[in-house]
DNA sequence: GCTTGACCTTCCAACGATGGGAAGGACTAT
DNA sequence: ATAGTCCTTCCCATCGTTGGAAGGTCAAGC
């Protein structure tokens, strides 16, 4: 199976293949005598596995740490919730920083006429405005690392 | 005033106002002789804006937009409430996304014993699993952009 | 005056995950 | 043989932000 086939199979981008190959997420394939790669069956479900955790929100360093896991026979299925819950504590904490964006920003919406005048308290709260509820004054700086497996759509 | 006092003063670090400005979010401020960016009430009001719309998880694009309407002051508020109402939409989604992982993922982490056996139906889903819940079958490929004003913290 | 330290300047690189594209070789079907 | 589709490697862009290097400037203390 050469690259583009096993895209198909697994979900997984060429370019993420080679991608997860270049940074040692997954192994290196063999390879034709004319330099492409060859898949089997095995390699697929790797990528299969890779690409289902990508979904979930994973990322790389913790998709390394999964197929671990998963190779390990012997492992503890304690190792793997340890690191499902920490991944399920992030995006519990993203989505309610983002549904705090989302309800301060409605309050706002909700008290502004949104006719022709150009009286706003969503303009004045932006220039005039107090610390913004959420995080007591301590500014976040904000910066989505990691699990950004958002933002589904026009990709 | 310098640009580590108006840094503190607004919120916003020195290396984002350089890049404010780079990009032409703001404009460039007046220099000292020497080249030092001398900044006014007027300049640090409007990083305080942009402080506030990033904490709101606006993007730099609809930061301009933003800054835009709220130097004209013959604006309708009818367009600033749409940016508004467009990004409480977007956020909404985002939050929706990380929730279904989220919840995806506790499904399979309550069904884990968690204890030093390795049978795990969470390492089990990835590897044999079919479709994730969400997004029925379409494979949303993520990546948050723009709006990716989460994950507090340590950043 | 001179030194020290804290600031400022510009420029370049990195992160994370992904896509785009160029230049060139390999394969397949007609 | 030739067209078309695939593959290869390489570099670049994204988005917002931080880090660092190399060098200039300023204010305080001696």
Redesign the interface.
Known sequence: MNIGEASKAS?V?SKMIRYYESIGLISEPLRTESGYRIYSDKDV?AL??V???????FSVDQMGD?LA??R???????D???I??R??E??????????A??H???H??DN?????????P??E???E?AA?SQ?NGR???????????????Q?
């Open positions: 979900g981008s479900h299969r596995f690409s289902r955790a990508r979904d979930l929100g999964l896991l998963w390990d026979r012997s492992r503890a299925s304690a793997v919730k340890a499902a819950l991944h399920i992030a995006l519990e904490q993203k989505a309610q920083a983002l549904q964006m989302s301060t920003l409605k706002l919406a502004c006429s949104g006719d022709g005048r150009p009286d706003c969503i303009i709260e932006f220039a405005g913004m995080n500014r976040p700086r904000f910066g989505v690392t990691g699990t950004d497996a958002v933002a589904a759509g990709a």
